[in-house]
């Protein structure tokens, strides 16, 4: 499969490779996406991403901001191929010089079959590991549905836990990750339907149970390959899978229909509360009140349904839900008066509208008491009024009855608080069976409920014979002629309304009253946060919320810790976010804001994009909608990001604190911090040289102060990795990672050391810190980025101590504790201000524009002592700076004539060497002319209207800087005319 526009695609090892992405050129590793494209197609398609190549530059990258990194403009990387010879299982040669850049293809190939063969993911060899622990941890995956491909969610679900149990294998401990899969009935028998009636034109009911379920199986089959192969390419280091016991495996039916049948339970079904089963030892330790059968209000969708013209059902259509649990409900906002076509409505359907209903009092033919609602198709469920009880409009109607505007029954007038006076008309229609609010207001005041939508979405026999039948949103259409012919409709007007959306089918949500079983759960909730050694959640800020979720999965967690059950206990419970896209809508294929992970790993472009759309089940209408808006989110594809990015840019989200917004530029930016690390082994590679041996991490003394301070970081590092690991908050971890890597090593401390290592005799401390860092970073980045980190950690030159483990899998993680000796905050603290001098610095060096010279240094405190905190780093300061020798000014010292000056804080002044190095003539034009872009900068922002929040937040800050930049460069051009008037041909060297 042909993905993104590249300048180069190149292999590393044998030959080059003729090959696109997608084609048979990796021969470590099979290729699950898909058939290759037509060499025809494959030279056509590539003559087009030519010349989307500059307009890619500009395009994905520059939108949005990463949470550690910000986003970079993509350019298309070389492809670099892994192809020496290696059978799969076999270990990957890595004898041979690191290609000049990052390349995914090449460091993700032939490593995980390595890992699978050796068993380094079996709770047998970790047990003989040196650092084993005696100490087990085991978790079992969330099951994601067998309904098509992964999607991003999953990838969130496998990458936190992979994290989690490569952290807990590497610290020793005997870890089983055992791996699920969902049948997911109901969904899967939604996708199946449709498939069906689009293929074949075939209902279900047309083929036969027998038939439809090897429908269904094969279908399972076919999916669950998809969803493995996507979890493969996600690195999940699982147990190796024994054969797989469904939910629906005949040993759990059992079970299951045991636990009811060898107690009162089995005979006692509809209608019948239970709990009197469960407290006489029906169920034991679950105490009394637990199960129970019953009529509650259950969200309902039917899905789609085939109509005459008339808008009467005739044969409900493939893909029913029939019933939606609260997490498969997208909310709607719409701003008033929006048309919606749904699936199986004939029509478009206005929602966003309020209908004011009148409903005249009894014995009064000249009084009425009006209602307002959204959802008219309702009105014949209605069973009373509502008012507030002190709402004076109504007092001298309190016990009357009103008629029913469309049957002309009798309906009681009640008043309850929970009625909002000054909303609307202050009465509300009651319709308990088909409104959650209605139901429990109905139940205070013995109000028996009335179903008038049936199932399937149609009005039910409830209605009469004129709408029996009938979609429900065609019988609104009805009802509303019907109140207009009668006098009874008082108006419609624009409403702004939240509307809930089925995740599946795309329909309207409706509440339907339904019979079933249900667990009291609220009480286990408690005992369960009381006992928090036995079951720990997080993040723990839910059990302060007592939300639904949380009891739902205690619920859930008692009931299959049951010994009668014999299926899995939960003793932890991680509930982490719902990932939506960058605008924060909830990815759903019908909006085309899907992301397949395989995708994000590998590249693809649009064209492939926009076919898979074709190929699902989304009708005409869904699907223009859907690949219009790919088109707008893709323009150019996806780029090629690889395995190891895409999960640290989803465990650096803060993934228990809220939705997570996630776009492709964030996980490019995770690109790019791959190719930082990249760099940094290769140059930490040529600064060790061939012979070189690596000394003792215990035995690793710093040879200078920034020697002393990188130890300290990476101490510091492993402080927070590991305490992001034991609380569950994974972006700690990345976050210090990233910093250390990123900020600490490759800009400070190589920098630093690089012009040390580069003439002369090699010192011996920096490349014994360097390997140090090497080594350890690996380690503590392996759980995020396992193959980057595999790849570079066995290039690593072996230590003196004897063979260390096979695999950076199995190698010990990093502990705080074991490099607590080199952490030093004082010393960090007191090299964060030789930071600030170096940013100081550089930013003299922009505004005067040096570009080769290097200009002397002077650095001046008032106070007494604050000079000896440059004083150990005068030498890195100037490397960092640019700049060339660094000296002390003795305080209350004049200025040295002709340096320009900065000031570093109140008490310490930073001066930089001019005299002979800037040209005063040649540079105060151009800062007269960056000065005008400015000023017209500032202008533009100045005239623009105020506005609130985040936005004028923003604006006020850029104000500040704007006012700043125009400061610093009025006092660099009164400098540069007090240079002119005293030497006026300097010349830059």
């Not at 690191?98 to 060899?125: I, Q």
Request: a positive charge; one cysteine or more; hydrophobic letters at 40%.
């Amino acid at each position: 499969m042909p993905h993104l526009p590249r300048a180069s695609f190149r292999p590393w090892g044998l030959r080059p490779s003729r090959g696109l992405p997608g084609s048979h050129a990796l021969s470590t590793q099979s290729e699950p996406y898909g058939s290759p494209t037509s060499r025809r197609n494959r030279e056509a398609k590539q003559k087009r991403l030519r010349e989307k190549q500059a307009a890619l530059e500009a395009g994905l990258a520059g939108k949005s901001k990463a949470p550690a990194e910000s986003s970079k403009a993509w350019t298309p990387k070389e492809i670099v191929l892994y192809e020496l010879p290696t059978e799969p299982g076999e270990k990957k040669d890595v004898s041979r010089p690191l290609p000049a850049a990052y390349s995914p293809r090449y460091v993700e190939a032939a490593w995980y079959p390595w890992w699978v063969r050796e068993g380094f993911f079996k709770p047998e060899y970790q047990t003989r590991l040196p650092q084993s622990t005696g100490e087990t941890f085991s978790m079992c995956i969330p099951p994601p549905n067998v309904t098509g491909s992964l999607h991003v969610g999953h990838a969130l679900t496998v990458a936190i836990q992979d994290a989690l149990v490569r952290w807990h294998r590497m610290r020793g401990d005997c870890v089983l990750w055992v791996p699920g899969s969902d049948h997911a009935g109901i969904a899967t028998q939604a996708v199946v339907e449709k498939q069906l009636w689009k293929e074949r034109g075939l209902r279900r009911h047309e083929m036969g149970r027998e038939d439809f379920l090897r429908e269904v199986w094969k279908w399972k089959e076919e999916s669950l390959h998809t969803v493995y192969i996507s979890f493969q390419r996600l690195d999940q280091c699982c147990t190796p899978p024994s054969p797989q016991r469904g939910w629906v495996s005949l040993g759990l039916v059992v079970g299951a229909r045991d636990m009811f049948a060898d107690k009162p339970l089995w005979a006692q079904e509809r209608g019948r509360d239970l709990w009197a089963a469960a407290s006489s030892g029906g169920l034991p330790g679950l105490g009394p009140r637990v199960l129970h059968y019953g009529r509650r209000l259950l969200s309902g969708c039917d899905g789609s349904f085939r109509a005459t013209p008339q808008g009467r059902v005739v044969v409900p259509q493939p893909a029913a839900c029939q019933l939606v649990v609260r997490f498969e409900v997208e909310s709607r906002s719409l701003p008033g008066p929006t048309e919606l076509r749904l699936p199986g409505c004939p029509t478009p359907v206005s929602f966003g509208i309020l209908v004011s209903v009148a409903f005249p009092v009894d014995g009064e033919p000249d009084a009425e008491v009006v209602v307002g609602t959204t959802r008219p198709e309702t009105l014949p469920g209605d069973v009373a009024v509502a008012v507030h009880p002190d709402d004076a409009r109504y007092t001298h109607l309190h016990g009357r009855h009103l008629r029913h505007p469309l049957t002309g029954q009798l309906l009681p007038l009640v008043t309850d608080s929970a009625v909002q006076p000054h909303v609307g008309t202050g009465a509300v229609k009651v319709t308990p069976a088909h409104s959650p609010a209605d139901a429990e207001l109905g139940a205070r005041h013995g109000l028996r409920p009335l179903s008038v939508i049936a199932e399937d979405g149609t009005m039910a026999p409830a209605c009469g014979d004129w709408l029996q039948g009938l979609h429900r949103f065609v019988a609104r259409e009805k009802i509303l002629s019907a109140l207009r012919e009668r006098g009874l409709l008082r108006g419609l007007q624009s409403h702004p309304m939240v509307l809930p959306i089925c995740s599946r089918s795309g329909d309207v949500v409706e509440y339907l009253l339904k019979s079933q079983w249900f667990v009291r759960c609220r009480e286990m909730a408690a005992r369960a946060a009381q006992t928090p050694d036995l079951t720990r959640f997080y993040p723990l800020s839910l059990l302060e919320t007592g939300s639904d979720l949380l009891l739902f999965w205690v619920g859930r967690m008692v009931m299959l810790g049951t010994q009668l059950t014999g299926q899995l206990p939960f003793s932890k419970v991680l509930l982490h976010s719902m990932v939506r896209d960058r605008q924060g809508r909830k990815m759903s294929k019908s909006l085309g804001n899907v992301l397949d992970p395989r995708d994000i790993i590998r590249g693809a472009e649009l064209q492939v994009l926009q076919e898979k759309l074709r190929d699902g089940n989304l009708d005409p209408a869904e699907l223009a909608i859907a690949a219009a808006a790919q088109r707008k989110d893709f323009p150019h594809g996806i780029p090629e990001c690889g395995t190891d990015a895409l999960r640290f840019a989803l465990c650096s989200h803060g993934a228990l604190a809220g939705d997570l917004h996630l776009s492709v530029s964030e996980v490019l930016s995770s690109r790019h911090f791959c190719n930082k690390v990249w760099n940094a082994l290769r140059f930490i590679f040529s600064a060790l040289g061939e012979n070189f041996t690596p000394q003792p991490a215990e035995e690793l003394c710093p040879a200078s102060p920034m020697d002393a301070w990188i130890l300290s970081r990476l101490a510091r590092t492993a402080r927070e990795c590991e305490r992001g690991f034991l609380t569950r908050e994974l972006p700690l971890a990345t976050h210090a990672l990233h910093h250390f890597w990123l900020h600490s090593l490759c800009d400070v401390y190589v920098e630093a050391v690089k012009p040390g290592l580069s003439h002369g005799p090699r010192p011996p401390g920096p490349p014994q810190v360097l390997f140090c860092c090497a080594d350890v970073g690996l380690r503590l980045l392996a759980p995020f980025m396992p193959f980057l980190a595999e790849e570079l950690w066995q290039r690593l030159p072996p230590g003196p101590g004897g063979p260390r483990a096979p695999s950076i899998s199995v190698a010990p993680y990093p502990s705080a504790q074991s490099l607590e000796r080199w952490h030093r905050p004082q010393l960090e603290q007191r090299f964060s201000r030789v930071q600030e001098a170096v940013q100081a610095l550089r930013a003299l060096r922009a505004t005067y524009q040096l570009t080769k010279a290097r200009p002397r240094v002077l650095l001046q405190s008032s106070e007494p002592g604050e000079q000896g905190v440059f004083e150990a780093f005068l030498e890195p300061l100037g490397t960092l700076g640019r700049c060339g020798a660094v000296g002390l000014l003795p305080a209350g010292a004049a200025a040295p004539s002709g340096w320009a000056q900065a000031p570093l804080s109140d008490s310490v002044q930073v001066y930089m060497e001019l005299q002979g190095l800037v040209d005063p003539q040649a540079h105060l034009p151009l800062l007269a002319a960056r000065r005008h872009k400015l000023q017209k900068q500032l202008d533009g922002l100045v005239a623009r209207t105020p506005s609130e929040g985040e936005a004028e937040a923003r604006r006020q800050q850029r104000l500040s800087s704007l006012h700043l930049e125009l400061s610093k460069l009025d006092q660099a051009a009164s400098h540069l005319r007090q240079l002119m008037a005293a030497s006026p041909s300097p010349r830059e060297p």
